[in-house]
């Protein structure tokens, strides 16, 4: 079994910065991602950034890559998202997802068998 954690989210103004951590406990596997979603308001969850385990390849939508940078501290079984210059439309749930077995669909929900809680993120007008 796997549990995530998400924290780190808050509010913070347009054009500034926020770091968002999930922890992970549970089994280790070796063909493994981990991914950030987000969900807006009577949107879908929609993919933002994903890390490949087994050599760190990262993987971006479009609408954050250069603003965004997702990481992993595997000694800490922790994953980050570096959030900079934030828009209000980065406005959303941010959710922390796990895919014990990654087989090259990064970006799609279903992929992903584990989910954290989620953190809110607000980025005022």
């Known amino acids: 079994q796997v549990q995530l954690i998400e924290s780190g989210g808050g509010l913070v103004q347009a054009g500034g910065s926020l770091r968002l951590s999930c922890t992970k406990s549970g089994r280790t596997f070796e063909r493994s991602a981990m991914a950030w979603f987000r969900q807006k308001p009577g949107k879908e969850r929609e993919f933002v950034a994903a890390?490949?385990?087994?050599?760190?390849?990262?993987f971006y939508a479009d609408s954050v890559r250069g603003r965004f940078n997702i990481s992993k501290d595997s000694a800490k079984n922790t994953l980050y998202l570096q959030m900079s210059s934030l828009k209000p439309d980065d406005t959303a749930v941010y959710y922390c997802a796990f895919d014990s077995n990654y087989h090259g669909d990064f970006a799609g929900p279903r992929a992903y068998e584990y989910w954290g809680r989620g953190t809110q993120v607000t980025v005022p007008p």
């Open positions: 890390i490949k385990s087994s050599d760190g390849t990262t």
